[in-house]
């Protein structure tokens, strides 16, 4: 089956620190993945994607590179601010048919300090 | 643009009351998908249309929940008779096709208690 995996939360941080939030995920075909960001009381935004195997998606300082070989798309920041806190969810599309559902992992809760 | 407008923002009723939550999705875009998300069981798809048609309503908990998209602009999720266990934020989502890798765009959310 198709399945996301991150890390827990809560990820406390310093201001200007470097980020990493891990994300494995099972998939049968060729999945597509997305990292979400969602601030509190608000909807889920996109913060990047990447849609092949070795693809890098970047966006506002965050990146996260697909790796089939380790089936990862860890999340990594090199400089953290204090308007970074929020929970980041990493997602999949399954592939290997016409449809773009999206299956989350459970969403990882990080607060940067000033 | 408008992103995804989605009303009531809160909702709170009581166990039993039917409860309709609303979707317009941004226009131009043919696929709308609701959610809920809930502490628990985290984000969960209920169900998406492609061209106003049910397509997958696997996640659909139970037959007190339904979903109708009577035209390519509006969508509503119903649960009729809510339950306690229904309180959650119900987030609907749309994008312009149903492809691999299609971004989908978020709605604010409902917040519903049911007490």
């Known amino acids: 089956g198709n399945s996301v995996t991150q890390m827990e939360g809560p990820v406390t941080l310093s201001e200007e620190a470097f980020l990493t939030i891990n994300c494995t995920y099972t998939?049968?075909?060729?999945?597509?993945l997305f990292w979400y960001v969602q601030y509190p009381g608000e909807g889920l935004q996109l913060l990047l994607k990447?849609?092949?195997?070795?693809d890098k998606g970047s966006n506002k300082g965050f990146e996260a590179t697909y790796r089939k070989e380790t089936t990862s798309f860890h999340l990594e920041k090199g400089s953290v601010q204090v308007s970074d806190s929020a929970v980041y969810f990493c997602a999949l599309s399954p592939g290997g048919g016409a449809t773009n559902k999206l299956i989350f992992g459970t969403g990882t809760l990080l607060a940067v300090q000033p | 643009d408008a992103g995804v407008i989605q009303s009531p923002r809160h909702e709170v009723t009581e166990m039993g009351q039917e409860v309709t939550l609303r979707c317009k999705p941004i226009?131009?875009?043919?696929?709308l998908f609701w959610y809920r998300q809930t502490m628990m069981r985290g984000l969960e798809l209920l169900i998406y249309?492609?061209?106003?048609?049910?397509?997958?309503d696997s996640g659909m908990p139970e037959d007190r929940f339904s979903a109708k998209m009577p035209n390519a602009s509006f969508s509503t999720l119903k649960i009729q008779p809510s339950e306690p266990r229904d309180s959650a934020v119900y987030f609907c989502?749309?994008?312009?096709?149903?492809?691999?890798?299609?971004?989908?765009?978020f709605g604010p959310g409902t917040r519903l208690l049911v007490l």
């Open positions: 226009s131009g875009h043919n696929s």
């Open positions: 998939a049968t075909g060729y999945p597509s």
């Open positions: 989502a749309s994008s312009k096709g149903q492809g691999v890798g299609e971004t989908q765009y």
């Open positions: 990447a849609t092949k195997a070795d």
């Open positions: 249309f492609n061209n106003n048609v049910p397509i997958d």
